[in-house]
């Protein structure tokens, strides 16, 4: 069956770095929009942004211009490199992959990882 592992995950404090990973198998890598969500105690999950095969990668406003996905095709792993990180960004943080096309509603994902715990402290 398919599986997305994310790993990375950890605490820090305010202004320092994170960077996740998401390793993928027993899927056709290359045809998935991949995508990072995250959830905060007591929130909803939501959207961090998304990569397609070949393109634009997409950024939520809230981590524009600190975060960056980034993918390696050939090894099946997808990557969210975190800078100046903010204690509100809290959060365990998913991987999530949508077959074909990317779309920016966040929606109709076919798999899910398990989450990674990111902690940041003030």
């Known amino acids: 069956q398919v599986q997305l592992v994310e790993s990375g995950g950890g605490s820090v404090q305010a202004g320092g770095s994170l960077r996740l990973s998401c390793v993928a198998s027993?899927?056709?890598?290359?045809?998935?929009?991949m995508y990072w969500f995250r959830q905060a105690p007591g929130k909803e999950r939501e959207g961090v942004g998304f990569i397609p095969t070949y393109g634009t990668t997409n950024y939520a406003d809230s981590v524009k211009g600190r975060f960056t996905i980034s993918r390696d095709n050939a090894k099946n792993t997808l990557y969210l490199q975190m800078n100046s990180l903010k204690p509100e960004g809290t959060a365990v943080y998913y991987c999530?992959?949508?077959?074909?096309?990317?779309?920016?509603?966040?929606?109709?994902?076919?798999?899910w990882g398990k989450g990674t715990q990111v902690t940041i402290s003030s």
């Open positions: 999530a992959a949508k077959r074909d096309y990317c779309n920016d509603r966040y929606v109709g994902m076919d798999y």
């Open positions: 027993r899927l056709t890598y290359s045809a998935y929009c």
